[in-house]
């Protein structure tokens, strides 16, 4: 866990989201910031059990879902969509990355933040965000059972409390999270929240 502390030369990279500007996409993120500033960003990740699936969120963002198990080590590896500044070339950088494969069945199916609101309950502001597949129209490439499962779910609603503003002050912990799908819907649901006692963040 890292606070998110600038974004720069955005005239120079892609959009941030598809099919926006780069001036949409700033503010696509700046109205999730404005409602939760310090949680912007923050990576969770979590495994839904029934079908196998790991399932990564970058709040605010996007979320990904495997329709695989990936190890936590993986999940929090960033996939290597970008190059390097100004020499555009695949690294090094100073962190690491992963590759991303150009085999359809093992890339993760993206949802990228669509709407983000608020409400009071029992005194604490719980924030949801809903994330949904680019608009461009996507074809499943992949003919794997699983794969057709995961690709077939249209959104996902993650919900969270506000992120308290000193967590910052203390040992950054990596939050944990449950992911649950009702059989008649194609909506995920995800709950962010703290890790309870002993509870791991492993497949």
Request: aromatic share 12%; with cysteine; hydrophobic share 35%.
């Amino acid at each position: 866990m890292t606070p998110l502390v600038s974004l720069h030369h955005l005239d120079y990279v892609q959009p941030l989201f598809p099919n926006q500007s780069q001036l949409e996409s700033l503010r696509i993120l700046t109205t999730a910031y404005e409602v939760d500033p310090a949680r912007t960003m923050q990576q969770c990740f979590c495994y839904y059990h029934k079908y196998k699936w790991s399932i990564s969120v970058s709040w605010a963002y996007a979320v990904q879902i495997y329709p695989w198990l990936l190890s936590a080590k993986d999940l929090e590896t960033p996939l290597q969509t970008f190059r390097t500044w100004r020499s555009w070339s695949n690294g090094p950088f100073t962190f690491n990355t992963r590759p991303m494969s150009s085999e359809p069945c093992e890339q993760p199916v993206i949802f990228y933040l669509d709407s983000i609101k608020e409400d009071e309950k029992k005194g604490k502001t719980v924030v949801s965000t809903t994330y949904k597949k680019s608009p461009i129209k996507q074809e499943n490439k992949c003919n794997q059972a699983n794969y057709a499962r995961a690709f077939a779910i249209e959104k996902i609603v993650v919900s969270s409390l506000k992120m308290n503003p000193h967590k910052w002050q203390k040992v950054p912990r990596r939050e944990c999270c449950e992911a649950s799908k009702a059989f008649w819907s194609n909506t995920m649901t995800v709950k962010i929240r703290n890790c309870k006692r002993g509870e791991t963040i492993t497949m």
